[in-house]
């Protein structure tokens, strides 16, 4: 907010810091504690739509409206989007990949995930590229971003590349390590200013981290998960007594997370109240009770 230079980009003035490179020692310290600025719940539905191999603007402009602007995406098709890029870029699924040459090779350098392309120009994705290597039994990634919006996008970013590092992790049954996220330029738009201002003014929270992923192969949960997501998003009334939710508490409590967010989109307070009950983890069980406390108190 008071270092670097003032830049007009094409999308507004900003303030910009060019090279910096941050560290998250914890990477399951991957959501803000703050109400202004926790975004799990996006921010899994970020994530769960690059896995998805989609482009779709429907599917993530259901929990980000920001995608279905006429800038970002064409003919209902997000521009640049990672989905397509991680899963299927030239035909090759790059997550995978990645698994697969660390799994032959625990000391590789080559496990990367290549995001932008050479013929990229307007709406090019922000992230260049992901890399994965495991030291001390440890894997690590590094996230190298050309740009990174700290009031929209490095939230979500944060969010969606550590929980890809975890999936990773668990593919190759190592133990979760560091986090880098390197940015060319770190900006903060002017217009976001005054949201700034009231973030860093409400002090420091206290740390807390999301549950450890359940060790094993994560990869048939989180399909299930895929088609979970979608029959939550666009059946045209869930059923909670019959939704057929994953048996385990970690994945359990995530999809919970986005029947939540259905039910805050339906206005159904009740239904809402009862599933937050059931959430297994308390880390979880806290940020749907603050959304839920907040719906009562609006009402």
């Known amino acids: 907010m008071t270092e ?30 703050s109400q202004s600025r926790e975004r799990i719940i996006s921010g899994l539905a970020e994530l769960l739509w690059y896995l998805s191999g989609s482009d779709s603007a429907a599917q993530i402009g259901y ?10 995406s064409s003919d209902g098709h997000v521009i640049g989007a990672y989905g397509p890029r991680l899963m299927d870029f ?12 660390l799994k032959r090779n625990p000391s590789s350098r080559n496990a990367v995930i290549q995001i932008f392309d050479h013929e990229d120009s307007e709406q090019a ?78 002090g420091w929270h206290r740390k807390a981290c999301m549950p450890a992923m359940p060790a094993g192969d994560p990869w048939v949960q989180i399909n299930a998960l895929l ?37 805050l989109q339906d206005g159904r307070i009740t239904d809402l109240a009862l599933i937050t009950e059931s959430i297994h983890s308390s880390f979880i069980h806290s940020i749907v009770q603050d959304r839920l406390d907040r719906e009562i108190s609006r009402n």
């Open 4 to 33: 670097g230079i003032e830049i007009r980009p094409t999308k507004g003035a900003a303030r910009d810091l060019f090279s910096v490179l941050m560290e998250l020692e914890d990477p399951r310290a991957r959501v803000s504690r």
């Open 63 to 72: 929990y980000v409206p920001y995608y279905k602007k006429p800038e970002v």
């Open 90 to 101: 030239d035909g090759i699924n790059q997550v995978h990949r990645v698994i697969d040459t």
């Open 227 to 263: 088609v979970l997501e979608e029959i939550i998003r666009t059946s045209p009334r869930i059923d909670i007594a019959i939704l057929s939710l994953p048996k385990h508490p970690y994945w359990r409590d995530l999809a919970l997370i986005l029947v939540a967010y259905r039910l």
């Open 125 to 202: 994705p922000c992230t260049l590229a992901l890399q994965f290597v495991i030291r001390n039994g440890n894997l690590d990634m590094l996230a190298t971003m050309r740009s990174n919006d700290l009031i929209l996008g490095f939230p979500h970013d944060i969010f969606a590349f550590t929980m890809l590092q975890e999936v990773v992790a668990r593919s190759v049954d190592v133990d979760l390590g560091t986090y880098y996220h390197s940015v060319g330029s770190l900006h903060l738009y002017t217009r976001d200013q005054e949201i700034a201002s009231r973030y860093t003014g409400e």
